[in-house]
T-cell receptor, first 112, second 115 residues
Framework: SQQGEEDPQALSIQEGENATMNCSYKTSINNLQWYRQNSGRGLVHLILIRSNEREKHSGRLRVTLDTSKKSSSLLITASRAADTASYFCATDARSNDYKLSFGAGTTVTVRA | DGGITQSPKYLFRKEGQNVTLSCEQNLNHDAMYWYRQDPGQGLRLIYYSQIVNDFQKGDIAEGYSVSREKKESFPLTVTSAQKNPTAFYLC??????????????FGAGTRLSVL
């Protein structure tokens, strides 16, 4: 079942700008992950944040998690053309046997 | 090179035909998954297997079948009972089972179309 909902559906930014996308979910989670998908390709794991963590960084990526609002955000700083892709959040929960539940994704276009 | 290999990249199905999508991994992962992706939508789980000779239905298993005879292989058959099979199919695996960090590694996908 689809639990995560990303917002916005699409985002177009200039190279060098920051890109922010949000994910909301409905039920309590164990972990939340973000994945990237280039057009016509498989997904690539970017970062995982546990339910007891509030913020995590990895290179130009910053993820926040607010379990009280059941939401997460992914910030990509100093975007590059190579960041053009779709980004998906995925949650897992004990109630769902820890299977991943993916949102519909945010499509990011970085203009040169 | 370690990873997940899906084949073929493109597949065409005729009316009433069963087709099989291949997924092989050399990551020594225990768990493997099949997802379906439709345009503008997220991934929906078809089947998953956490151990050899065992598999479970996901959210949209009707019209699909799988087997897990070897740890490395998890083929998906799209049967004639699946009336709307046109989609992008993704296979994934993870080395960590439930309760831990279920980080999944994906293949490059198979795009299935109906002739």
């Amino acid at each position: 079942s689809q639990q995560g909902e990303e917002d916005p559906q699409a985002l177009s930014i200039q190279e060098g700008e920051n890109a922010t996308m949000n994910c909301s979910y409905k039920t309590s989670i164990n972990n939340l992950q973000w994945y990237r998908q280039n057009s016509g390709r498989g997904l690539v794991h970017l970062i995982l944040i546990r339910s007891n963590e509030r913020e995590k960084h990895s290179g130009r990526l910053r993820v926040t998690l607010d379990t009280s609002k059941k939401s997460s955000s992914l910030l990509i700083t100093a975007s590059r053309a190579a960041d053009t892709a779709s980004y998906f959040c995925a949650t897992d929960a004990r109630s769902n046997d820890y299977k991943l539940s993916f949102g519909a994704g945010t499509t990011v276009t970085v203009r040169a | 090179d370690g990873g997940i290999t899906q084949s073929p990249k493109y597949l065409f199905r005729k009316e009433g035909q069963n087709v099989t999508l291949s997924c092989e991994q050399n990551l020594n992962h225990d768990a493997m998954y099949w997802y379906r992706q439709d345009p503008g939508q997220g991934l929906r789980l078809i089947y998953y297997s956490q151990i050899v000779n065992d598999f479970q239905k996901g959210d949209i298993a009707e019209g699909y079948s799988v087997s897990r005879e070897k740890k490395e292989s998890f083929p998906l058959t799209v049967t004639s009972a699946q009336k709307n099979p046109t989609a992008f199919y993704l296979c994934a695996s993870t080395g960590r089972l439930a309760g831990s960090q279920n980080i999944q590694y994906f293949g490059a996908g198979t795009r299935l179309s109906v002739l």
